[in-house]
């Protein structure tokens, strides 16, 4: 097993390209790689990046990914300039098949059983990675972004392969403007496409959600009007107005999204004490332009769902990375195994320039990856996707800690 971590942060994307495959190999002394994990900052042409890969992987080597707002590794980390980077993996026990599904934007529960189909579903398979385009239509001056959902694609996926197969990954995005994305396909560059890489032999998967959020109050409500990825009412009255009497203000309408208040559902007991690991949260995008209902970041929430409001507790979130992610390394060791590499999933939203602190919450997460050693490629995502309570689940403002592991 041998795995290289490349990184650039230069405006030159061919060369970024070039540079952050050669980086990876130099590194960890592979010669002939078998897949590439990539993604650069939507600034950066992807096309030209990808040819830089490929210029020196060969246009043999699959290589997925694509756009993300920003780049973690071991020793680096930023989400300003164009950042860039590249998880590279050779090895003689682990295998991989690689597969597409297209015009994702126009049918995205389609786009999964077309993935799922292509792969196929060996008994031997350990874990689906997917990355996907979270942009079905990019924001304008006068409308919120239109988002993909992530639990149609889940559904889709589910239909056709072993549950017990944990599905992990991302909804990409490439700047906080919502643009359009793109998504490297194994040997080409798209937009509006699933990208799954099946993985099995001799290794296990283990991850790990963290959040930080709590509870606002611990009331639970129910969702009354809802389209899509627009909700309007809770408890029949309009959401605008409850969030109005939340911050005794409307200076929250100013925000794209909400720096403080998301949306939770517990899919745990409903009044048992609070465990972080049954909440999957909901970013709330910001006001609609008429005021008459707030955007979330995904659709997947129906009328009659029960919610509760969430602080986005920042001194949680830190917590939560430092203590999750420490967990998780210890539990690979004392199980005996050997940390092979790792892949750090993170919400844009929790960047620190973002939430507006002075730690990177994602530091955190870095500490304990050199702590213990092990290479890892982290990247800020618009969608997270990651095994919550027995079901893949699409999640938001969550850091999904991946690491794969043998004897």
Not at 41 to 59: C, I, M, P, T, Y
Not at 63 to 76: K, L, P, V, Y
Request: with cysteine; glycine share 10%; proline share 4%.
């Amino acid at each position: 097993m041998k795995v290289g971590i490349g990184y650039c942060n230069k405006p030159e994307p061919f060369l970024s390209g070039k540079k952050v495959v050669e980086d990876a190999i130099t590194k960890s002394g592979i010669d002939k790689p078998n897949f590439i994990i990539a993604f650069c900052n939507g600034h950066v042409d992807h096309n030209e990046f990808f040819r830089g890969l490929q210029s020196v992987a060969g246009k043999k080597v699959p290589i997925i990914g694509g756009s993300a707002i920003g780049i973690i590794t071991n020793e680096d980390l930023s989400y300003e300039g164009h950042p860039a980077g590249a998880l590279v993996v050779q090895s003689d026990t682990i295998r991989h098949r690689v597969a597409v599904a297209g015009n994702f934007n126009k049918d995205e529960k389609l786009a999964g059983k077309i993935l799922a189909d292509k792969l196929s579903n060996e008994t031997e398979d350990k874990l689906l990675l997917i990355f996907y385009d979270s942009i079905k239509k990019a924001a304008l001056k006068t409308a919120p972004p239109v988002m993909n959902a992530s639990p149609l694609l889940i559904e889709g996926i589910e239909e056709k392969i072993n549950s017990d197969i944990p599905v992990i990954g991302a909804g990409l995005i490439g700047d906080y403007a919502f643009s359009q994305t793109k998504q490297f396909c194994g040997s080409y560059v798209d937009s509006q496409n699933l990208v799954g890489l099946m993985l099995n032999g001799d290794f296990e998967p283990y991850y790990k959600i963290m959040h930080g959020c709590t509870p606002l109050d611990g009331i639970f409500h129910t969702i009354t009007k809802i389209k899509g990825d627009v909700v309007y009412e809770v408890d029949g009255k309009p959401i605008v107005e409850i969030i109005d009497n939340m911050y005794r203000t409307q200076d929250w309408r100013e925000q794209h999204p909400l720096q403080l208040l998301t949306i939770g559902v517990n899919y745990g007991k409903r009044h048992e004490m609070f465990q972080e690991s049954n909440y999957v949260n909901r970013l709330i995008t910001g006001i609609l332009p008429g005021g008459e209902g707030v955007g979330i970041f995904e659709p997947g929430l129906e009328e009659g769902t029960e919610i509760q409001f969430m602080w986005r507790d920042t001194e949680g979130m830190l917590e939560s990375a430092k203590r999750n992610s420490a967990e998780l390394m210890k539990q690979i060791e004392e199980y005996g195994r050997k940390a092979f590499f790792g892949l750090y999933i993170d919400c844009a939203g929790r960047a620190a320039k973002f939430s507006t602190i002075k730690t990177e919450e994602a530091s955190e997460v870095q500490k304990i990856f050199n702590q213990y050693n092990t290479p890892f490629l982290g990247f800020y995502s618009g969608v997270e996707i990651a095994p919550l309570r027995g079901k893949s689940r699409g999640l938001d403002w969550t850091g999904v800690m991946l690491v794969l592991a043998g004897r």
